[in-house]
């Protein structure tokens, strides 16, 4: 929109009427004299005073409204539901006008009138009651005669709504009217600018906004509902509420619902079911009294319990809500209130109200008679009498009726009404006491009260102020607001069945701004159980060791408590994000704070350690003795082949020590603000003024929305006849085209200005040529709101036109009549406005809709600063509404000029779009848009842009690194291709080899007296059972299966019995043959023979493979995925199932091993020469050692390392057998063959004898 001079430019869109005006021809009809367009019927109460005061207020809560047909005269609106409270509001005014009559100090010599109507709480009737006073109700005047005097009314006091309020303020401002609302709070209304001839003596909403506020703040309500009146009133709380309550961060709105107007059940029940859908237990409402009598019958309706209701101001102190039908729902309510006040005289006052004889001056006191009474003044309303109606007779007695319209107990509103009437009193008071002289109008001078203006009267009433009777003391401020305060209500539920509306406390603005609350809680009611004050939270604190992640399209106090993962902790309630915990550090099982790491190593306390501490000093200790026996026989040589320590290499302490192993002594080793984007809208996309080369490196590139631009042919030459006497020579009719002339010209039109030709300035001839200047008027390249006036205009015209076509007795009013020129009435002319349907000569198509609207259309427009450093701003594109209702947006991206160094738009984002990987976290205090962009923790993943939260992998896969995918956990088990189970399965084939060599040795050498002598049967059922030993352990490597896990510890039970049995058997056998040998000893032998041998072997081992049976059968061995070692490993490894039988099958085992050393240890030195029973003794030394050890290393080994250690041990334990059974006799068999003789071993025992 293109900047002229405020004269240009008016005369610019005046030329647009003129131009289009003069398209077609069309005489005007000139009355006589000038009338009301209509004469309106109020609700109203009048008494005659030398001033009179208007007020307007809700005498009737509802209205019907007539039909508009545009084709006949509207009927009147019907008020309906009398409001006695409303009706004492009124009667409050009138009470106040008459203590001041009365009062001798207070504008004495002079009487104020009143003229009160009812505005039925409809605008429409409203703002023709607030026109009827501020214009006066004369049907006719004469415009020859001079008007003069006062205006009708001084001031007027209300509406009581705040649309009701700015609707009038608009208007009535103009004329500087003053209007004192008792209850219209809209923050709008303190735009002294748009109402400057506003005043109120209640509170606005942004105060009462900030209180409704400080009372969820103080209760801890951070998630509640809020309903509100759709109109200014509810619509600026809504506004102001969301932002306040968003800026604060103190909670959310659960749901906002408008209140619809009048009759609309279907809304009610929709907006109803969505308060019992929600979580939220408190609910704010923001509404007219009539709003609520609606809502709460579709409460009781649908049986909503259950909640805390918050009452704005409006409704707070409404006595038809206050019922036992509706206590069961709205009990405990808790609700803002005007501050209350006590009005002496007031009660007795309304006693004296009487019908009187006038039926037209104070018809709203008859229908309060008749509301009370259930009575009819006649002429009775047709079948009244009939059935059974009674006739008012203006004698029934008021304090013999039960009636809330003289309940005086809490004057609130009618409090507020009586300082509205003082102020203005008081402002015409402080008006008459101007001394003339020393006034404070041009001249010194003082209003006069015949002939005052309403903006005299404004000038006292800014400077009002007074105390009242009740001790409040009344001013305004430079918004004409009073003093904010308020009383805080509970509505009590008693248990008689009784109602009492009781104070508990009271918020005013603090002396250093904000607000000061003060809450009485022990008075509170609850309309709960528990009696205590509900708790209405979408989602409950997260404690610490946890983390706020926000639910989807939900609002940010709705969130999930996540825990933080491993290695992470929050201490704060409601933290937006886990910390890492230090490097030595990890956080506590409740992720509240960080501990120490465990430390781990081989511990004296831990029975391993306790275990190997053990076996150490029992070591040392039986070394000790050794060494003892070894000095006393020093003379002997010891080879060691294992003993590493470098202590033994002291020959002074060892001198016949020797090893084949090394010692451990070889082991050791003004703002330039630049790079912005600009959208402009339509009020400054095309302004010259900013178009400008100072402006352009900040500005060029901007786009825009533009009204839609249009052509009208002929603009340009007509604007070119323009002349300062165009039309008529009367300079008062064409005032505007003289001053655009002087404007543009520079000059002044005689009779010029005083000075102007002394200070060189040049007189207007009339004689100027407008083509010879450069002037804004003639530039018609880009007509748009001239396109818009230029529609306007034609549309207007072509309504017209389609009216005087009419043909008689065809038309569309009342009887097929048309309407007439001389006779118009404009609801005529609006029927043919709404039915306008035409097409300009630029191609538009102009029609209205139903409400009121054209096609909606804008032009994108763009700023480009050219390279010769002039602008332009070009169209780009377009954007409108299809038939559809949907909006389509056509760009052409090639043509936009940006400006930026990449010639490309630019990303204007608060925070970049997380990527997969990473969740959205936001930022506490500022806009949704902006986040943190946290990683997700180990073991969730998010694979979408902007996630709001991760989500956890299936059971058996992790995060990848970049945590936007799962992949497979990966799996850890004793296997046959890692170098430990190489090795084991190496060592384990490597026995079986020995087993098989010495089995083959044996074999070969089975005639010699080395194999036969010591029980050659038993020694290869030994070697077959060592090969099994060997051979079981590779159970053990692998992926556990079931068949693996039931197999390995069966086949090790087995094959160790086995060959624990044997070696058992055969020390028996030694013991019976040295118990044979001796006389009388040959019985022992016939217990031992091979069968017997071969039975206890077989006995032995069957009961092994009973306990493997029964422990199978009942809880059998099973693999397992254990993933407590690492969260992304999968250990596959063996259940053992049943540790008592994993116990006895170990336990058995032992008993075995043990009873056979015990044995062996009683056999050694019986006198063979090769006695078996010194190799069986230290055979089972190693065995008993291993297995031992063993059992704490099997416990403390995770994972696959128990089964490494398991497998260790059995094929430690089998080569020690191996070796220490079977290497003395195949080193005699193959390498002593001289010693493998019966001769030699008989030599050899005769010796020993």
């Known amino acids: 929109m293109g900047v002229f001079p405020q004269s240009s430019l008016s005369l610019y869109n005046c030329s647009i009427l003129l131009y289009s005006f003069a398209n077609f021809s069309l005489l005007s009809p000139v009355f006589a004299s000038c009338k009301l367009r209509r004469q309106f019927h109020f609700n109203s109460m009048h008494k005659p005073g030398d001033v009179v005061l208007g007020g307007l207020f809700e005498v009737h809560y509802t209205s019907v409204f007539p039909e508009l047909t545009f084709t006949s005269e509207p009927n009147k609106h019907i008020c309906q539901g009398f409001d006695p409270p409303g009706f004492r509001h009124a009667m409050t005014m009138a009470f106040a ?13 002079v009487t104020l009138g009143y003229s009160l109507h009812d505005n039925c709480a409809t605008l429409v009737i409203g703002f023709s009651a607030a026109l009827s006073l501020a214009s006066g109700q004369e049907e006719q005047f004469l415009p020859q005669k001079t008007c003069l005097g006062s205006p009708p009314v001084l001031g007027i006091v209300g509406d009581s709504f705040s649309t009701f309020s700015i609707a009038t303020s608009d208007v009535l401002g103009l004329f500087r009217l003053p209007i004192v609302s008792y209850f219209a709070t809209c923050s709008c209304l303190t735009d002294r600018q748009r109402f400057p001839s506003f005043f109120r003596t209640i509170p606005n909403d942004a105060f009462q906004v900030h209180a409704m506020i400080q009372v969820l703040k103080h209760f801890g309500w951070m998630w509640a509902g809020l309903l509100v009146s759709d109109d200014d009133y509810g619509l600026h709380v809504a506004q102001s509420f969301q932002s306040v309550l968003t800026q604060s961060g103190l909670g959310c709105l659960a749901y906002l619902e408008i209140l619809p107007w009048g009759e609309n059940p279907l809304e009610l029940t929709r907006i109803v079911e969505v308060i019992k859908k929600s979580t939220a237990r408190v609910l704010i409402v923001f509404a007219h009294q009539i709003h609520m009598i609606q809502l709460v019958e579709e409460v009781v309706k649908q049986n909503v319990i259950g909640l805390q209701w918050l009452a704005s101001e409006a409704w707070t102190t409404a006595a038809v809500l206050q019922t036992p039908r509706l206590m069961p729902y709205l009990g405990g309510t808790l609700g803002i209130a005007i501050r209350r006040g006590e009005i002496p005289g007031l009660k007795d006052f309304l006693l004296k109200t009487h019908p009187g004889g006038n039926n037209n001056e104070n018809s709203m006191v008859r229908q309060f008679w008749e509301y009370t009474f259930q009575c009819r003044f006649a002429p009775p309303p047709a079948t009244w009498v009939e059935s059974g109606g009674a006739l008012c007779t203006g004698e029934e007695l008021l304090e013999t009726g039960e009636t809330e319209f003289l309940d005086v107990s809490n004057l609130r509103p009618e409090y507020n009404i009586y300082k509205a009437v ?37 000038y006292y009433l800014k400077k009002v102020n007074f105390t009242t009777p009740f001790g409040d003391q009344v001013s305004f401020d430079k918004n004409g607001d009073a003093l904010p305060i308020y009383d805080i209500l509970n509505w009590h539920w008693l248990p008689d069945g009784g109602i009492k509306i009781q104070n508990v406390g009271v918020v005013k603005k603090a002396t250093f701004g904000g607000e000061e609350m003060r809450i009485e809680e022990h008075k509170i009611f609850w309309n709960f159980d528990n009696n205590q004050p509900p708790r209405s939270v979408c989602s409950e604190s997260c404690p610490p060791g946890t983390r706020m992640t926000r639910k989807k399209e939900q609002p940010v106090c709705c969130f999930d408590c996540v825990p933080c993962s491993e290695g992470k902790f929050s201490n704060k309630t409601d933290s937006v994000a886990c910390i890492s915990c230090p490097e030595d550090f990890w956080s506590s099982p409740h992720h509240d704070n960080c501990i120490p790491k465990k430390t781990e190593f081989l511990s004296y306390q831990e029975p391993l350690g306790v275990c190997l501490t053990t076996a150490s000093l029992l070591g040392t200790f039986v070394c000790t003795i050794v060494s003892g026996i070894f000095t006393y026989h020093r003379s002997t040589p010891i080879v060691s082949y294992f003993a590493t320590c470098s202590c033994l290499s002291d020959r002074r302490r060892f001198p016949s020590f020797f090893r084949t192993i090394p010692s451990d002594a070889f082991q050791v080793v003004k703002q330039n603000l630049t790079g912005l984007q600009w959208i402009a809208s339509e ?15 900040f500005l060029r590139g901007t786009l825009g929305i533009a009204i839609r631009r249009g052509e009208i042919a002929g603009l340009q030459n007509f604007l070119l006849k323009i002349h300062p006497e165009q039309n008529n020579k009367n300079n008062d009719e064409n005032n505007m085209i003289k001053l655009f002339w002087e404007h543009i010209f520079n000059c002044k039109f005689s009779p010029p200005p005083a000075g102007w030709v002394e200070a060189g300035g040049a007189q207007c001839t009339g004689q100027e040529d407008l083509e010879n200047v450069t002037t804004d008027l003639l530039d018609v390249s880009e007509l748009r709101p001239e396109y818009n006036i230029y529609k306007a205009v034609y549309a207007l015209a072509h309504a017209l036109n389609d009216m005087l076509r009419c043909v008689p007795g065809r038309g569309p009013f009342s009887g097929k009549s048309c309407a007439n020129l001389q ?20 191609g538009d198509q102009v029609s209205f809709d139903e409400n009121g609207d054209a096609l909606p259309i804008y032009d994108v427009m763009n700023w480009l600063w050219l390279p010769d450093g002039k602008t332009k701003v070009q169209s780009v594109g377009d954007v409108k509404r299809l038939d559809s209702n949907d909006e389509k947006l056509t760009l052409d991206e090639t043509r936009i000029f940006w400006n930026f160094e990449s010639k490309q738009p630019p990303r204007s984002v608060c925070s970049e779009s997380c990527p997969s990987g990473t ?12 986040f943190y962009c946290v990683s997700c923790s180990e073991g969730k993943f998010s694979n979408e842009t902007d996630s709001l939260e991760c989500f956890s992998c299936p059971e058996d896969f992790w995060s990848c690194p970049q945590r936007d995918h799962c992949i497979p956990k990966k799996t850890e088990f004793l296997s046959f291709q890692e170098p430990l189970g190489i090795c084991l399965t190496t060592t384990s084939l490597l026995g079986t080899f020995i087993c098989a060599v010495v089995l083959g040795i044996f074999t070969y050498h089975y005639s010699t007296p080395m194999v036969r002598a010591n029980n050659s049967e038993l020694s290869f059922l030994l070697l077959l059972s060592l090969k099994l030993c060997f051979l079981c352990s590779l159970l053990f490597i692998g992926q556990p299966r079931l068949w693996t896990c039931q197999l390995r510890h069966a086949a090790f039970g087995l094959s160790f019995v086995l060959c624990v049995s044997c070696i058992l058997v055969k020390t028996m056998v030694v013991l019976a043959v040295f118990k044979a040998s001796k006389p009388g000893g040959g019985a022992h032998l016939k217990w031992f023979g091979a069968v017997q041998q071969r039975g206890t072997v077989f006995a032995l081992t069957c009961i092994q493979a009973a306990i493997c049976a029964v422990w199978i059968l009942t809880d059998s061995p099973v693999p397992h995925k254990n993933t407590q070692y690492h969260n992304d490993i999968i250990v596959y490894e063996c259940l053992v199932g049943s540790i008592i039988g994993f116990s006895a099958l170990l336990g058995y085992i032992g008993i075995l091993a043990i009873f056979s050393f015990m044995l062996a240890f009683l056999a050694r030195n019986l006198p063979d020469n090769f006695n078996e029973a010194k190799l069986i003794t230290f055979s089972m030394l190693v065995f008993c050692a291993v297995w031992i050890a063993f059992v704490p290393a099997y416990i403390n080994s995770p994972g696959k390392y128990a089964d490494a250690v398991e497998v260790f041990a059995i094929l430690a334990s089998s080569f020690g057998l191996l070796f220490a059974l079977f290497g003395p006799k195949c080193y005699i068999i193959l390498l002593k063959p001289e010693r493998n003789t019966k001769k030699a071993i008989m030599v050899s025992a005769s010796k020993k004898s």
């Not at 020393?438 to 209003?447: E, H, I, L, M």
């Not at 969740?919 to 902006?930: D, N």
Request: glycine letters at 8%; one cysteine or more; proline letters at 7%.
């Open 97 to 109: 006008i008459e203590e001041i009559n009365k009062d001798p100090n207070l504008l004495p010599n």
């Open 422 to 458: 003082y102020a203005l009193a008081h402002a015409l008071n402080n008006m008459l006491q101007c001394e003339p002289g020393r006034g404070p109008f041009s001249g010194g001078s003082c209003a006069n009260i015949q002939t005052f203006q309403s903006w005299q009267i404004l």
């Open 683 to 697: 009020a400054w996309t095309l302004v010259d003024g900013l178009q400008t080369p100072t402006f352009m490196p």
């Open 823 to 842: 006779t118009l009435e404009l609801g005529q002319l609006m029927y043919y406005l709404e039915k306008v349907n035409f097409t300009t000569s630029f």
């Open 919 to 930: 969740h959205v976290v936001r930022r506490r205090g500022e806009p949704l848009c902006c």
